[in-house]
């Protein structure tokens, strides 16, 4: 009896490529995907890549190498001339990688005990002589238009203002976040255009609110970072906004929620920003989630503050000379009527020429005023 075939088995001179092969495609088998199996320029998959021009000094791998080379590209520097995984970082480079970017050193130093900061910020006088030495590193433009770090203290930055500042640091994206991260454009004395970072839809909101209510010349976020020198080491924090006005007042803005502002960290670095502005000479407001309400409104007017090119001061003129109360409807029949005169109107409010409740719903009969209406914001919190 012939005894049963054993079953089919390649030879392992098929199932292993040889050493030819092996050599040609720059691999172990099986291909080594371990960190330190990733060498510069190599692809577990594909062997060797045609990624020679740059050689990273650290086995961080082929996605590295892509990384460096795309910010090469981004920034326009010769690929040949590029140090490895050097950053050139500039204000209007994406963001990748999912992580915030910071364009200026680390807070050198030991971090303060919080139990120091919150005893420091809630003694007036302790608080208002840390305030008056502190310092700044911030991002500004030299005299060539490139970035460029830079220190001052309560004297030097009282003299800054927000067309010569940079971003400082740059929010990051990433799959899955729970913010709203955008780019808004904003008005400037120094430059053609000019676009900033805001890290949440919280910002968005409130920035867009400064635009409409406060009518600022030069804004700025993430302006610079405050830091304040204590016993036990050092605090840092990064505020939200510097706006200037026509006028040349400044306004430093922090946006948060009210549920972070129980926390006594927090307000303890609140109340040193404001004791620091206060040193500067400059407006500090602290502001928490807008109503809902007030959010549509703002988003409509921003959204159509262009929409029309028309003579402001004149048109605005014509609404003030006429007698009587003006609503909504009647603002927009002298204005020309139909939806082209909704709009010459949407555009006034958005740029401060008349104003709105826009903390309720906009009706036909809604007041049309010449004056900001008084009142206490909810969103705006004394430190």
Not at 202 to 230: G, K
Not at 289 to 317: C, I, M, S, W
Request: with cysteine.
């Amino acid at each position: 009896m012939q005894s049963a075939k054993p079953p089919f088995r390649r030879s392992s001179s098929r199932s292993r490529p040889c050493d030819a092969t092996r050599a040609l495609l720059g691999a172990r088998h099986p291909p080594d995907t371990t960190k330190a199996g990733r060498q510069p320029g190599f692809d577990a998959k594909r062997g060797r890549t045609a990624l020679k021009f740059i050689q990273p000094e650290t086995p961080w791998g082929l996605a590295a190498a892509i990384v460096a080379t795309r910010r090469a590209r981004v920034n326009g520097e010769p690929l040949d001339e590029r140090k490895p995984f050097m950053r050139k970082r500039h204000s209007a480079v994406p963001h990748r990688l999912g992580r915030r970017t910071n364009f200026i050193p680390s807070l050198e130093g030991h971090p303060a005990k919080w139990a120091e900061a919150i005893d420091v910020a809630g003694d007036a006088a302790e608080r208002a002589k840390v305030a008056s030495a502190a310092s700044a590193t911030l991002l500004t433009i030299d005299t060539d238009c490139l970035p460029m770090v830079a220190t001052a203290d309560v004297n030097s930055l009282m003299s800054m203002v927000p067309d010569q500042l940079l971003p400082v640091r740059r929010p990051a994206s990433h799959k899955g976040m729970k913010n709203y991260i955008t780019r808004v454009v904003v008005p400037t004395e120094a430059h053609e255009c000019r676009a900033v970072w805001c890290e949440s839809f919280n910002e968005l909101t409130h920035l867009r609110d400064l635009l409409i209510s406060r009518q600022p010349t030069q804004v700025a976020t993430q302006p610079f970072r405050l830091e304040w020198i204590m016993t036990t080491g050092v605090r840092g924090h990064v505020p939200d906004f510097l706006l200037r006005d026509a006028d040349g007042r400044a306004l430093l803005v922090d946006v948060t929620t009210r549920t972070k502002l129980d926390d006594p960290r927090l307000k303890a670095v609140l109340q040193l920003t404001a004791a620091t502005a206060e040193a500067l000479g400059w407006e500090y407001q602290v502001r928490t989630e807008l109503p809902a309400q007030r959010v549509r409104n703002l988003n409509f007017l921003h959204a159509g503050r262009h929409d029309t090119d028309q003579d402001r001061v004149g048109a605005a003129r014509v609404l003030r000379q006429t007698p009587g109360s003006i609503d909504v409807q009647r603002a927009s029949d002298l204005l020309g009527g139909g939806p082209q005169g909704f709009v010459r109107l949407w555009d006034l409010i958005a740029h401060g020429h008349v104003q709105i409740n826009i903390d309720s719903v906009i009706e036909r009969d809604s007041t049309v005023a010449f004056q900001a209406s008084g009142g206490g914001a909810s969103w705006l919190h004394a430190m």
